[in-house]
């Protein structure tokens, strides 16, 4: 039994809500908003093309926004204190946007500087809000935390498919921008309440006698060697599945043959949302118990089988079938893997490393999009080959990236 200071659950569930009001902006934008936005301003031959490139500039960003606060907030030891600043600059800021968003993309780089600020900002607010996970003091408890990370996580991407794929299909399609940012301002209170209020013995961050214990814990050596092959392996599957939900819209609209394919995207994300939701909470939750290199190993084989396979057929329900176990695995592979990054962390410099391995996440996002892009410019958008390519080269992603976990896990 795990007799670490443990945490409330009200702090758990309040700290981690930020994932869900951001996780509705970005799935809104990658699966929708923007596809849409570039698809009315250039020709249907340059979408792939110049949608991989605008999500690889923004998401670029992303990534500097997430290092900067996840280094600077471990700076100065202040409680909770060194963490708030930055969440709230990435919460006014994203809210900004996205209020004049309807006024500012008319044009291709009002589209580019809105993406760039979103990813930026919103990457900031997250990047001082995961080192908590590893500053979590019970290994219990941070895979409970990392399931419900998931968990809502994944809640908001539902929110996103199904709110924004309605709005994106009316005639309030501007009313996605104000609803978006009435999500991660109601979010973002909750997180910044959960952790300004905070005063357990489970979360080394908020503790007094911390700051005389940080000098101890900082001198624990990393096994680097090892970090690094998880953060590759993860690199790897996370490339497998986020740069797929730019294209997943076009998909549908150029091989299904969908005449509105903005709502069987939304009806398709509910679904493999609900599914991927229900494994983050339950293996998240046991990963301490069953192994959590053993189920992200696992997570990134599977995943691989119904990927290589999804784009020889046309049926919407087999889509739904195989989009399930796809979802079902990556996001058991999201939460635990930030759990197995936290259990190698040094706690001293826990925003540092977590941001680090971040990385994984945000350069995927920002290397998949441009690369997926150029497939179809290569083999044709609107030719199934292009996205046989396509799906076959994120099957092969996922291959790899179980390979270097194996790896990753056999380090000592």
């Known amino acids: 039994m795990d007799s670490s200071p443990r945490a409330t659950n009200r702090f758990l569930i309040g700290y981690n809500l930020l994932y869900l009001g951001f996780n509705y902006l970005w799935i809104s934008l990658e699966s929708l908003i923007l596809p849409t936005q570039i698809g009315m301003i250039v020709s249907t031959r340059q979408i792939g093309f110049v949608l991989g490139v605008t999500a690889s500039i923004g998401n670029a960003f992303g990534i500097f926004g997430n290092l900067v606060a996840g280094i600077l907030s471990d700076r100065r030891r202040s409680g909770s204190a060194n963490r708030i600043p930055y969440i709230i600059a990435g919460i006014a800021v994203v809210i900004a946007t996205l209020v004049v968003e309807p006024i500012t993309s008319k044009s291709y780089i009002g589209i580019l500087v809105g993406y760039v600020l ?3 900002f919103s990457n900031m607010a997250i990047g001082a809000t995961q080192p908590i996970l590893a500053e979590i003091e019970s290994k219990d408890q941070r895979g409970t935390s990392a399931g419900l990370n998931g968990l809502f996580s994944l809640v908001g991407t539902g929110i996103g498919f199904a709110l924004t794929s309605v709005l994106i299909s009316s005639n309030f399609s501007n009313a996605n921008f104000y609803a978006i940012a009435a999500g991660v301002a109601i979010t973002g209170l909750g997180t910044l309440l959960a952790i300004h209020g ?13 700051n005389i214990s940080l000098t101890k814990l900082k001198r624990i050596p990393i096994n680097m060697r ?13 490339s497998g599945v986020t740069g797929l939900t730019y294209f997943e819209l076009y998909f549908f609209k150029e091989v299904l043959n969908f005449s509105d394919p903005a709502i069987y995207v939304g009806i398709a994300g509910i679904v493999v949302i609900i599914v991927s939701a229900t494994s983050a909470m339950v293996l998240g939750h046991f990963s301490n118990r069953l192994g959590r ?6 997570d990134a084989a599977v995943a691989a089988i119904p990927t290589l396979i999804i784009p020889y057929f046309r049926s919407f329900y087999i889509f739904l079938i195989l989009g399930s176990v796809i979802g079902a695995t990556y996001g058991t592979f999201y939460s635990v893997s930030f759990a197995v990054a936290s259990d190698l962390v040094p706690k001293g410099e826990s925003g540092k490393y977590m941001s680090f391995f971040y990385l994984s996440l945000a350069g995927a996002s920002s290397f998949s999009p441009l690369i997926y892009g150029s497939v179809l410019l290569l083999f044709g958008q609107s030719a199934s080959s292009g996205f046989i390519a396509l799906f076959t080269l994120s099957g092969v ?8 976990l194996y790896w990753a896990h056999r380090t000592r």
């Open 118 to 120: 979103l990813q930026a």
């Open 226 to 238: 090892k970090f690094s092959k998880l953060i590759a392996g993860s690199f790897f599957v996370f």
């Open 293 to 298: 290199w053993n189920i992200i190993i696992a």
């Open 397 to 404: 992603f996922y291959l790899i990236g179980a390979l270097v």
């Open 198 to 210: 905070n005063r357990l013995a489970g979360v080394s961050s908020t503790l007094s006698h911390v």
